[in-house]
């Protein structure tokens, strides 16, 4: 079946209809990943968005379920230039081309997509529509593409009651002692969040978006981690509330992507929209305090604005080598630290998972960065 895909500037693509054959209007991004396409549709963060892959070939290793990092996806479509229809994998559970049809997602597949990540690169980040409809006004079509905001998906993603886990659950280690207590500020919250704290020994708890901050210390954890999460921080105002409190006390915090930002929002920073974000597995970031350089993973589209930094409040602690943006913070006389990349990633890379042993070791753990 043909597909289309039309971008709010009125370029049209015409492919294949790969998953969903509903219409989806969403705001088109790219990710620069050559691996972890399953890790990519079930991230939270991309609510509201749909993905062009750019590396050609997607799906040939097909779906293994323990790898997603959400129990669904909630990505809004899937743009690629091949999909494989064999999974050359002894994981391999099911088809990338079933499970994109069993979690609602619309795609479509043979298009250029080079041409397209060039078109987004140029004119920045633009809404498109995903149809089986040829269109035929276009510009009511256009129209009704350009009206499409990305609103509410924090609320949509977070997770609606506490859930607690202890290590052994995951799909990690259960004779792990558990040694200390963590709060997780759910805001879009990935499954290896919670994993690299648990193989750590940590107990973690994690809490709907919309909890008050006295219940979350009533709760007397020794540490406190905000996550990553879909839209635009300045729309999570009474989450942005509760993080001012939370910054009152004296409980460590590290803060992750979207929760690096809100952070920076509490605590009388500024953020702004990128042109095209930061999507992908290759991103390399530099460590102020040490000179080292990390190979990250990234998933955001809005940054901390440098210059809206209080001098007493916190300084930068990453930077972006590539383009000299802010990718993490470090809080004067708090034991707060955050970054804007995902030291978490699956499928990888991996270099940064040290960061979750300097946590270990703000929380009182035995644990050196």
């Known amino acids: 079946m043909k597909a289309y895909l039309i971008l709010e500037d009125g370029t049209v693509f015409t492919g294949k209809s790969i998953g969903s054959t509903r219409e989806m209007i969403s705001e088109i991004v790219f990710n620069t990943s050559m691996t972890g396409y399953l890790e990519v549709l079930t991230d939270p963060s991309y609510a509201g968005q749909a993905v062009v892959m750019t590396y050609p070939l997607i799906g040939n290793y097909g779906i293994c379920r323990m790898d997603m990092e959400a129990k669904g996806s909630h990505t809004d479509g899937f743009i690629v230039r091949e999909l494989s229809r064999l999974g050359s994998n002894f994981r391999n559970e ?48 256009l129209s009704k593409i350009k009206d499409y905001s990305v609103r509410g998906v924090v609320r949509k993603v977070t997770t609606k009651e506490m859930i607690s886990y202890k290590p052994g659950d995951l ?37 709907p978006a919309q909890t008050k901050a006295e219940e979350i210390l009533a709760a007397e954890p020794d540490g406190i981690m905000l996550t990553n999460g879909p839209g635009d921080p300045k729309e999570c105002t009474e989450v942005i509330v509760e993080l001012k409190k939370l910054y009152q006390s004296d409980v460590p915090i ?33 460590d102020l305090e040490t000179g080292r350089v990390y190979i990250s993973s990234q998933n955001h589209g809005y940054v901390v ?27 004067k006389n708090k034991n707060i630290f955050t ?22 070791k703000m929380m009182g753990g035995e644990k050196d960065a």
């Open 171 to 207: 799909d990690t280690d259960s004779s792990i002692p558990v040694t200390k207590k963590v709060a997780i500020l759910d805001v879009g919250t990935k499954f290896n969040i919670a994993r690299c704290l648990l193989k750590r020994g940590c107990e973690v708890t994690i809490y």
């Open 305 to 331: 604005k440098e210059d809206s930094i209080p001098d007493d409040v916190a300084e930068p602690a990453f930077v972006n080598v590539n383009d000299g943006t802010i990718e993490g913070l470090s809080y």
């Open 94 to 141: 099911q088809s990338i081309q079933d499970f994109l049809t069993e979690q609602g997602i619309p795609g479509i597949e043979g298009i250029d997509t080079r041409a397209l990540t060039k078109i987004l690169r140029e004119k920045g980040t633009m809404n498109g529509m995903i149809t089986t409809a040829e269109p035929e006004d276009l510009d009511a079509v």
């Open 339 to 360: 970054v804007q990349f995902h030291p978490e990633a699956c499928s990888g890379p991996k270099d940064s998972e040290v960061l979750f042993d300097r946590f270990i």
């Open 254 to 286: 590290f803060a992750i992507c979207l929760g690096h930002q809100l952070m920076a929002l509490a605590c009388g920073c500024d953020t702004e929209k990128m042109k095209y974000g930061h999507r992908g597995a290759n991103h390399p970031v530099k």
